[in-house]
Protein backbone atom coordinates (compact mmCIF):
# COMPACT_ATOMS: atom_id res chain seq x y z
CA UNK A 1 0.00 0.00 0.00
CA UNK A 2 1.35 3.61 -1.29
CA UNK A 3 1.21 6.36 1.00
CA UNK A 4 3.55 8.97 -1.00
CA UNK A 5 4.54 8.06 -3.92
CA UNK A 6 8.06 6.47 -2.16
CA UNK A 7 6.68 4.96 0.87
CA UNK A 8 4.80 2.46 1.17
CA UNK A 9 3.52 -0.91 3.46
CA UNK A 10 5.04 -3.84 2.46
CA UNK A 11 4.93 -7.08 4.82
CA UNK A 12 3.13 -4.34 7.19
CA UNK A 13 6.31 -2.52 7.78
CA UNK A 14 6.65 1.51 6.05
CA UNK A 15 9.29 1.17 4.20
CA UNK A 16 11.22 4.08 1.96
CA UNK A 17 11.96 3.25 -1.32
CA UNK A 18 13.50 -0.29 -0.63
CA UNK A 19 14.92 0.02 2.80
CA UNK A 20 12.42 -0.86 6.08
CA UNK A 21 12.17 1.92 8.43
CA UNK A 22 12.21 -0.37 11.32
CA UNK A 23 15.87 -1.70 9.79
CA UNK A 24 17.05 1.76 10.33
CA UNK A 25 15.69 2.27 13.31
CA UNK A 26 17.50 -0.93 14.84
CA UNK A 27 20.71 0.86 14.23
CA UNK A 28 20.23 4.52 14.28
CA UNK A 29 17.99 5.58 18.07
CA UNK A 30 14.77 7.31 17.22
CA UNK A 31 14.07 10.32 16.85
CA UNK A 32 15.46 10.40 13.36
CA UNK A 33 14.41 12.21 10.05
CA UNK A 34 14.95 10.00 6.65
CA UNK A 35 14.39 11.46 3.28
CA UNK A 36 14.00 9.73 0.33
CA UNK A 37 16.48 10.60 -2.42
CA UNK A 38 14.28 9.45 -4.95
CA UNK A 39 11.23 11.52 -4.01
CA UNK A 40 13.45 14.55 -3.90
CA UNK A 41 15.07 13.86 -7.29
CA UNK A 42 11.58 13.49 -8.88
CA UNK A 43 10.02 16.43 -7.66
CA UNK A 44 12.71 18.48 -9.23
CA UNK A 45 12.75 16.69 -12.67
CA UNK A 46 8.73 17.32 -12.59
CA UNK A 47 9.30 20.83 -12.07
CA UNK A 48 12.09 20.76 -14.79
CA UNK A 49 9.80 19.14 -17.37
CA UNK A 50 6.72 21.21 -16.72
CA UNK A 51 9.16 24.07 -17.48
CA UNK A 52 10.98 23.06 -20.30
CA UNK A 53 9.22 24.57 -23.36
CA UNK A 54 10.00 28.07 -21.02
CA UNK A 55 13.56 29.58 -20.56
CA UNK A 56 13.92 28.38 -16.84
CA UNK A 57 16.03 28.25 -13.84
CA UNK A 58 14.91 26.13 -11.18
CA UNK A 59 16.71 27.81 -8.08
CA UNK A 60 15.42 25.54 -4.96
CA UNK A 61 15.20 27.28 -1.91
CA UNK A 62 17.89 26.21 0.61
CA UNK A 63 15.95 27.09 3.80
CA UNK A 64 12.82 24.22 3.42
CA UNK A 65 16.11 21.55 3.91
CA UNK A 66 19.64 22.98 3.44
CA UNK A 67 21.18 19.46 4.28
CA UNK A 68 24.19 19.14 1.98
CA UNK A 69 23.56 15.97 0.86
CA UNK A 70 20.22 17.27 -0.21
CA UNK A 71 22.12 20.53 -1.71
CA UNK A 72 24.92 18.17 -3.76
CA UNK A 73 21.84 15.81 -5.08
CA UNK A 74 19.78 19.08 -6.41
CA UNK A 75 23.27 20.51 -7.50
CA UNK A 76 24.06 17.25 -9.58
CA UNK A 77 20.72 17.66 -11.96
CA UNK A 78 21.30 21.03 -12.09
CA UNK A 79 19.80 23.31 -9.76
CA UNK A 80 20.18 26.48 -8.90
CA UNK A 81 19.37 28.18 -5.13
CA UNK A 82 17.68 30.63 -3.40
CA UNK A 83 19.37 32.19 -0.45
CA UNK A 84 18.28 34.44 2.47
CA UNK A 85 21.36 34.43 4.13
CA UNK A 86 25.47 34.41 4.21
CA UNK A 87 25.58 31.33 5.58
CA UNK A 88 23.06 29.60 3.06
CA UNK A 89 24.93 30.95 0.43
CA UNK A 90 28.42 29.23 1.62
CA UNK A 91 26.12 25.72 2.06
CA UNK A 92 25.23 26.00 -1.65
CA UNK A 93 28.65 26.60 -2.60
CA UNK A 94 29.91 23.85 -0.79
CA UNK A 95 27.03 21.46 -2.00
CA UNK A 96 28.33 22.21 -5.77
CA UNK A 97 25.72 24.93 -6.60
CA UNK A 98 27.24 27.50 -9.06
CA UNK A 99 26.88 31.18 -7.70
CA UNK A 100 26.12 32.07 -11.21
CA UNK A 101 22.95 30.02 -10.48
CA UNK A 102 22.02 31.74 -6.81
CA UNK A 103 19.45 34.60 -5.94
CA UNK A 104 19.96 36.15 -2.88
CA UNK A 105 16.46 37.13 -1.17
CA UNK A 106 15.63 38.09 2.39
CA UNK A 107 14.68 41.46 4.10
CA UNK A 108 17.75 41.88 6.36
CA UNK A 109 20.88 41.25 4.08
CA UNK A 110 23.65 42.89 6.35
CA UNK A 111 26.90 44.35 4.91
CA UNK A 112 28.74 41.60 5.61
CA UNK A 113 26.84 39.35 3.84
CA UNK A 114 26.14 41.66 0.93
CA UNK A 115 30.31 41.92 0.61
CA UNK A 116 30.06 38.32 0.80
CA UNK A 117 27.78 37.87 -1.97
CA UNK A 118 29.28 40.18 -4.16
CA UNK A 119 32.29 38.48 -4.06
CA UNK A 120 31.29 35.41 -4.59
CA UNK A 121 29.73 36.54 -7.98
CA UNK A 122 26.01 35.75 -7.53
CA UNK A 123 23.37 35.76 -9.97
CA UNK A 124 20.98 37.77 -8.53
CA UNK A 125 19.74 39.90 -5.07
CA UNK A 126 16.28 40.12 -4.66
CA UNK A 127 16.04 43.43 -3.46
CA UNK A 128 13.22 44.13 -0.86
CA UNK A 129 13.67 47.89 0.33
CA UNK A 130 15.10 51.47 -1.09
CA UNK A 131 17.61 51.07 1.90
CA UNK A 132 18.91 47.98 0.80
CA UNK A 133 19.38 49.00 -2.61
CA UNK A 134 21.36 52.37 -1.25
CA UNK A 135 23.75 49.85 0.64
CA UNK A 136 24.14 47.22 -2.28
CA UNK A 137 25.27 50.04 -4.22
CA UNK A 138 27.72 51.94 -1.87
CA UNK A 139 29.05 48.21 -1.60
CA UNK A 140 29.24 47.17 -4.98
CA UNK A 141 30.96 50.95 -5.97
CA UNK A 142 33.63 50.45 -3.47
CA UNK A 143 34.34 46.71 -4.55
CA UNK A 144 34.00 47.31 -8.30
CA UNK A 145 31.60 45.11 -8.70
CA UNK A 146 28.06 45.26 -10.37
CA UNK A 147 25.13 44.16 -8.25
CA UNK A 148 22.60 42.79 -10.52
CA UNK A 149 19.26 43.14 -9.49
CA UNK A 150 15.56 42.56 -9.13
CA UNK A 151 13.08 44.08 -6.97
CA UNK A 152 10.89 42.32 -4.67
CA UNK A 153 7.17 43.75 -5.74
CA UNK A 154 4.61 43.21 -3.23
CA UNK A 155 1.34 42.74 -5.35
CA UNK A 156 -1.41 42.89 -2.62
CA UNK A 157 -2.76 39.74 -2.66
CA UNK A 158 -4.42 37.24 -0.23
CA UNK A 159 -2.67 33.49 -0.78
CA UNK A 160 -5.36 31.89 0.95
CA UNK A 161 -2.95 30.08 3.12
CA UNK A 162 -2.33 30.23 6.84
CA UNK A 163 -1.66 33.79 8.25
CA UNK A 164 2.48 32.91 9.16
CA UNK A 165 3.59 32.06 5.89
CA UNK A 166 1.28 35.11 3.62
CA UNK A 167 3.79 37.39 2.24
CA UNK A 168 2.27 38.79 -0.37
CA UNK A 169 -0.24 41.48 1.65
CA UNK A 170 0.65 44.93 2.03
CA UNK A 171 0.38 44.38 5.87
CA UNK A 172 3.95 41.93 5.51
CA UNK A 173 6.93 42.88 5.65
CA UNK A 174 8.24 41.73 2.61
CA UNK A 175 8.51 43.54 -0.92
CA UNK A 176 8.30 47.03 -2.01
CA UNK A 177 4.21 47.71 -2.68
CA UNK A 178 3.95 47.31 -6.55
CA UNK A 179 1.97 50.98 -7.01
CA UNK A 180 5.48 52.39 -5.44
CA UNK A 181 7.83 50.08 -7.44
CA UNK A 182 8.27 51.88 -10.70
CA UNK A 183 10.55 55.40 -8.69
CA UNK A 184 12.17 52.60 -6.45
CA UNK A 185 13.46 50.99 -9.97
CA UNK A 186 13.74 54.41 -11.58
CA UNK A 187 15.75 55.08 -8.02
CA UNK A 188 17.88 51.75 -8.50
CA UNK A 189 18.39 52.86 -12.18
CA UNK A 190 20.06 55.95 -11.21
CA UNK A 191 22.74 53.96 -9.11
CA UNK A 192 25.94 53.20 -9.39
CA UNK A 193 27.60 49.41 -9.44
CA UNK A 194 23.63 48.37 -10.09
CA UNK A 195 22.32 46.52 -12.56
CA UNK A 196 18.33 46.59 -13.18
CA UNK A 197 17.82 43.04 -14.73
CA UNK A 198 14.88 41.81 -13.50
CA UNK A 199 11.08 41.58 -11.67
CA UNK A 200 10.85 39.27 -8.14
CA UNK A 201 7.42 38.00 -6.42
CA UNK A 202 7.02 35.45 -3.66
CA UNK A 203 3.47 35.74 -2.25
CA UNK A 204 3.35 32.74 0.26
CA UNK A 205 3.81 29.44 0.91
CA UNK A 206 2.14 25.96 1.03
CA UNK A 207 -0.55 27.54 -1.84
CA UNK A 208 -3.39 25.19 -2.29
CA UNK A 209 -4.92 26.76 -5.72
CA UNK A 210 -3.19 28.58 -8.61
CA UNK A 211 -5.53 31.34 -8.64
CA UNK A 212 -3.57 33.77 -6.31
CA UNK A 213 -0.52 33.19 -8.49
CA UNK A 214 -2.79 34.05 -11.54
CA UNK A 215 -3.30 37.43 -9.99
CA UNK A 216 -0.23 38.21 -8.95
CA UNK A 217 1.73 36.99 -12.26
CA UNK A 218 -0.86 38.91 -14.15
CA UNK A 219 -0.04 42.12 -12.00
CA UNK A 220 3.87 41.69 -12.29
CA UNK A 221 2.69 41.05 -16.15
CA UNK A 222 1.55 44.51 -16.15
CA UNK A 223 4.32 45.81 -13.88
CA UNK A 224 7.09 44.60 -15.82
CA UNK A 225 5.18 45.96 -19.22
CA UNK A 226 5.13 49.34 -17.54
CA UNK A 227 8.93 49.23 -16.24
CA UNK A 228 10.14 48.23 -20.71
CA UNK A 229 8.13 50.80 -21.36
CA UNK A 230 10.10 53.26 -19.23
CA UNK A 231 13.59 51.65 -20.69
CA UNK A 232 14.79 49.28 -18.39
CA UNK A 233 16.32 46.29 -19.55
CA UNK A 234 13.62 43.32 -17.86
CA UNK A 235 15.33 40.43 -19.10
CA UNK A 236 14.18 38.19 -15.88
CA UNK A 237 11.35 37.58 -13.79
CA UNK A 238 11.30 35.51 -10.49
CA UNK A 239 8.08 34.21 -9.56
CA UNK A 240 9.16 32.90 -6.31
CA UNK A 241 8.40 29.54 -4.60
CA UNK A 242 5.27 28.60 -2.71
CA UNK A 243 3.45 25.60 -4.26
CA UNK A 244 1.78 23.71 -1.94
CA UNK A 245 1.96 19.86 -0.63
CA UNK A 246 -0.61 17.82 0.48
CA UNK A 247 0.23 17.44 3.97
CA UNK A 248 -3.53 15.51 4.19
CA UNK A 249 -4.02 12.73 1.74
CA UNK A 250 -7.42 14.51 1.08
CA UNK A 251 -5.76 18.36 -0.16
CA UNK A 252 -5.37 18.49 -3.94
CA UNK A 253 -2.75 21.06 -4.38
CA UNK A 254 -2.29 21.99 -8.35
CA UNK A 255 0.66 20.28 -10.04
CA UNK A 256 3.84 21.46 -11.48
CA UNK A 257 2.07 21.37 -15.17
CA UNK A 258 -0.50 23.48 -14.54
CA UNK A 259 1.66 25.93 -12.14
CA UNK A 260 4.33 26.00 -15.45
CA UNK A 261 1.30 26.34 -17.48
CA UNK A 262 -0.05 29.22 -15.34
CA UNK A 263 3.57 31.09 -15.16
CA UNK A 264 3.61 31.00 -19.57
CA UNK A 265 0.06 32.23 -19.94
CA UNK A 266 0.97 34.91 -17.69
CA UNK A 267 4.38 35.55 -18.14
CA UNK A 268 5.76 33.79 -21.16
CA UNK A 269 5.10 36.59 -24.19
CA UNK A 270 7.53 39.24 -21.84
CA UNK A 271 10.17 36.85 -23.26
CA UNK A 272 12.02 36.75 -19.88
CA UNK A 273 14.37 33.98 -18.32
CA UNK A 274 12.18 33.01 -15.66
CA UNK A 275 13.59 32.10 -11.95
CA UNK A 276 11.07 30.04 -10.11
CA UNK A 277 12.35 28.77 -6.15
CA UNK A 278 10.36 26.19 -4.96
CA UNK A 279 11.00 24.97 -1.26
CA UNK A 280 8.75 23.04 0.09
CA UNK A 281 7.20 21.64 -3.04
CA UNK A 282 11.05 19.45 -4.06
CA UNK A 283 11.26 18.15 -0.75
CA UNK A 284 8.44 18.75 1.71
CA UNK A 285 6.71 14.73 0.93
CA UNK A 286 10.14 13.22 0.88
CA UNK A 287 10.59 13.25 4.84
CA UNK A 288 9.48 11.48 7.33
CA UNK A 289 10.17 11.73 11.30
CA UNK A 290 10.78 8.45 12.65
CA UNK A 291 9.91 8.28 16.61
CA UNK A 292 9.07 6.24 19.11
CA UNK A 293 5.95 6.04 21.39
CA UNK A 294 7.86 6.53 25.46
CA UNK A 295 4.20 5.97 26.95
CA UNK A 296 0.71 5.85 26.55
CA UNK A 297 -0.96 7.82 29.17
CA UNK A 298 -4.33 7.29 29.73
CA UNK A 299 -6.14 11.11 30.61
CA UNK A 300 -9.56 11.46 32.41
CA UNK A 301 -10.92 12.89 28.99
CA UNK A 302 -7.94 11.86 26.71
CA UNK A 303 -5.47 9.29 25.57
CA UNK A 304 -1.85 10.13 25.18
CA UNK A 305 0.54 9.22 23.19
CA UNK A 306 3.99 10.71 24.25
CA UNK A 307 6.37 10.33 21.94
CA UNK A 308 10.03 10.94 21.77
CA UNK A 309 9.96 13.33 19.08
CA UNK A 310 9.14 17.14 20.09
CA UNK A 311 7.88 20.68 19.22
CA UNK A 312 12.09 20.84 18.79
CA UNK A 313 12.28 18.76 16.26
CA UNK A 314 9.45 19.69 14.27
CA UNK A 315 8.05 22.99 15.14
CA UNK A 316 4.96 23.19 12.09
CA UNK A 317 2.33 22.11 14.21
CA UNK A 318 2.50 24.76 17.15
CA UNK A 319 3.93 27.07 15.00
CA UNK A 320 1.58 26.96 11.79
CA UNK A 321 -1.34 24.92 13.34
CA UNK A 322 0.09 22.34 10.61
CA UNK A 323 -1.66 19.07 9.82
CA UNK A 324 0.63 16.03 9.07
CA UNK A 325 -0.42 12.61 8.96
CA UNK A 326 0.81 10.18 11.44
CA UNK A 327 1.30 6.04 10.86
CA UNK A 328 2.04 3.62 12.38
CA UNK A 329 5.60 2.25 11.15
CA UNK A 330 4.32 -0.96 11.88
CA UNK A 331 0.77 -1.55 10.83
CA UNK A 332 -0.74 -4.49 12.41
CA UNK A 333 -3.68 -3.56 14.38
CA UNK A 334 -6.93 -2.16 12.63
CA UNK A 335 -8.42 -1.44 15.83
CA UNK A 336 -8.24 2.30 16.17
CA UNK A 337 -8.54 4.58 19.14
CA UNK A 338 -8.47 8.44 19.40
CA UNK A 339 -5.09 9.85 20.32
CA UNK A 340 -3.35 13.18 21.43
CA UNK A 341 -0.39 12.80 20.03
CA UNK A 342 2.14 15.09 22.16
CA UNK A 343 6.02 15.71 22.53
CA UNK A 344 8.62 15.32 25.95
CA UNK A 345 9.08 19.10 25.62
CA UNK A 346 7.67 21.00 29.04
CA UNK A 347 5.12 22.92 26.48
CA UNK A 348 1.22 22.37 26.13
CA UNK A 349 2.08 23.56 22.65
CA UNK A 350 4.60 20.97 22.21
CA UNK A 351 1.48 18.56 20.57
CA UNK A 352 1.34 17.23 17.30
CA UNK A 353 -2.15 16.68 16.74
CA UNK A 354 -5.51 15.96 18.77
CA UNK A 355 -7.75 13.27 19.32
CA UNK A 356 -6.45 11.92 16.10
CA UNK A 357 -7.94 8.17 15.58
CA UNK A 358 -4.98 5.96 15.14
CA UNK A 359 -4.07 2.61 15.27
CA UNK A 360 -4.57 0.82 18.66
CA UNK A 361 -0.55 1.96 19.95
CA UNK A 362 1.93 0.82 22.82
CA UNK A 363 4.74 1.35 24.66
CA UNK A 364 7.20 0.84 22.16
CA UNK A 365 5.80 1.30 18.83
CA UNK A 366 7.03 3.58 16.00
CA UNK A 367 5.54 6.08 14.49
CA UNK A 368 5.69 8.00 11.63
CA UNK A 369 5.02 11.49 10.85
CA UNK A 370 4.57 12.44 7.39
CA UNK A 371 5.92 15.05 4.77
CA UNK A 372 8.30 16.39 6.98
CA UNK A 373 10.95 16.73 4.34
CA UNK A 374 10.30 21.07 4.38
CA UNK A 375 10.94 23.15 7.27
CA UNK A 376 10.91 20.17 9.67
CA UNK A 377 14.92 19.37 10.67
CA UNK A 378 16.08 23.30 9.72
CA UNK A 379 13.50 24.82 12.19
CA UNK A 380 15.06 22.01 15.06
CA UNK A 381 16.75 23.61 18.06
CA UNK A 382 18.13 21.82 21.22
CA UNK A 383 15.31 23.33 23.58
CA UNK A 384 14.89 21.40 26.92
CA UNK A 385 19.01 20.24 26.01
CA UNK A 386 17.62 17.82 23.70
CA UNK A 387 19.86 16.58 20.77
CA UNK A 388 18.82 17.33 17.75
CA UNK A 389 17.52 14.25 15.80
CA UNK A 390 19.97 13.10 12.74
CA UNK A 391 19.22 13.16 9.35
CA UNK A 392 19.05 9.86 7.20
CA UNK A 393 18.98 9.95 3.36
CA UNK A 394 17.33 6.82 1.74
CA UNK A 395 18.35 5.46 -2.35
CA UNK A 396 17.06 2.61 -3.67
CA UNK A 397 18.23 -0.46 -1.07
CA UNK A 398 20.62 1.59 1.19
CA UNK A 399 20.79 4.49 3.42
CA UNK A 400 23.24 6.85 4.88
CA UNK A 401 23.22 9.43 8.33
CA UNK A 402 23.73 12.42 6.30
CA UNK A 403 23.73 14.17 9.71
CA UNK A 404 24.50 12.35 12.39
CA UNK A 405 23.03 13.40 15.73
CA UNK A 406 24.94 15.39 18.48
CA UNK A 407 26.41 14.49 21.45
CA UNK A 408 25.87 16.08 24.58
CA UNK A 409 29.14 17.33 25.49
CA UNK A 410 29.12 19.09 22.06
CA UNK A 411 25.92 21.10 23.36
CA UNK A 412 26.89 21.50 26.24
CA UNK A 413 30.19 22.57 25.41
CA UNK A 414 28.94 25.47 23.15
CA UNK A 415 28.66 27.48 26.47
CA UNK A 416 31.79 29.17 28.26
CA UNK A 417 31.83 29.92 32.02
CA UNK A 418 33.15 33.27 32.18
CA UNK A 419 36.76 32.86 34.36
CA UNK A 420 35.47 35.74 36.34
CA UNK A 421 32.58 33.91 37.70
C1 LIG B 1 10.37 30.63 1.59
C2 LIG B 1 10.63 31.20 0.25
C3 LIG B 1 10.57 30.39 -0.88
C4 LIG B 1 10.17 28.93 -0.84
O1 LIG B 1 8.84 28.77 -0.47
P1 LIG B 1 8.17 27.31 -0.54
O2 LIG B 1 6.79 27.56 -0.05
O3 LIG B 1 8.93 26.43 0.35
O4 LIG B 1 8.20 26.88 -1.96
C5 LIG B 1 10.89 30.96 -2.10
N1 LIG B 1 11.24 32.27 -2.20
C6 LIG B 1 11.30 33.07 -1.13
C7 LIG B 1 11.69 34.48 -1.30
C8 LIG B 1 11.00 32.57 0.14
O5 LIG B 1 11.05 33.38 1.19
Redesign the pocket.
Known sequence: MKIQPHISYKDNTMHMEQVSITAIAKVIPTPFYCYSASAIKDCYLDYKNAFSQQDTLICY?V??NSNQAILALLANLGAGA?V?SEGEIRRALKAGISADKIVF?GVAKKESEIIFALNNNILQF?VESEPELTLISEIASKLNKVAAISIRVNPNVCANTHAKIT?GKSENKFGIPIAKAREVYKYAASLSGIKVQGVDV?IG??LTDLQPFEQAFAKVAEFTTLLKSDGHDISVIDV????GIDYDENETPPNKDAYAALVNKQLGHLNCKIIV?????IVGNSGVLVSTVVYVKKGEERQFLIIDAGMNDLIRPSMYDAYHQIKPINHTNDKTECYDVVGPVCETGDTFTKNRALPTTQAGDLVGILSCG?YGSVMASSYNTRLAAPEVMVQDDHFSVIRARPTYDDIINQDTIPEWL
Open positions: AKADVSNTHSQGGGLEPGRSA
